[in-house]
């Protein structure tokens, strides 16, 4: 009775599974309303022809996005996606490991992270330079107290 009761205070303490990143990323996608035609995943970011800064509808067959004073995507958009489901990370690096999820957004995966401004760096990089200087200091360290110990022998003797 005392390990059930265990197992299930453990249990409720424990952490819920993460999800994978492609599935929340996929998860991002369906939450934004107008990227959907019914359950379909078709618009994109479309232009509005009222206010061409705001989403507007795609064809609802195709799912390709009319082309509204000379252009089709809303900023950040890649224009060459008829249907303007293609982000554009042109201010931001996502790295070999990143994918970009929306107008200059990274997701950083596996050995990288976030930079602060939307695009990802890898962590070995930064960890080789961690370990390099770790290793001057050992050596400047261990000099020093060569150096030291020897001018004290000299002394001595």
């Known amino acids: ?13 424990a952490e819920p599974k993460k999800k994978g990143i ?3 990323i996929q998860e991002k996608i369906k939450a934004a309303k107008s990227y959907h035609y ?13 206010d061409q800064t705001e989403f507007g509808p795609c064809n609802k067959q195709t799912g390709n996005c009319p082309t509204v004073a000379g252009k089709r ?12 489901q293609t982000p554009k ?3 931001v690096n996502c790295g070999s490991d990143g ?8 997701v950083c995966t596996q050995l990288s992270s976030a930079d602060g401004e939307g695009g990802c ?23 020093a107290c060569a150096i030291i110990q020897t001018a004290l022998t000299k002394k001595n003797k």
């Open 121 to 143: 760096y890898h962590l070995r990089v930064r960890g080789l330079i961690g370990a390099g200087i770790a290793l001057l200091v050992l050596v400047f360290s261990i000099s």
């Open 89 to 91: 990370c042109d201010k």
């Open 22 to 24: 492609r599935t929340q």
């Open 38 to 50: 019914g359950d379909n995943l078709l618009c994109g970011a479309c232009r509005s022809k009222k």
């Open 1 to 13: 009775m005392k390990l059930v009761l265990v197992t299930l205070v453990l249990a409720a303490l």
């Open 99 to 106: 994918y970009c999820v929306a107008p200059n957004q990274c």
């Open 73 to 84: 995507c809303l900023d950040g958009w890649d224009e060459e996606d008829t249907t303007c």
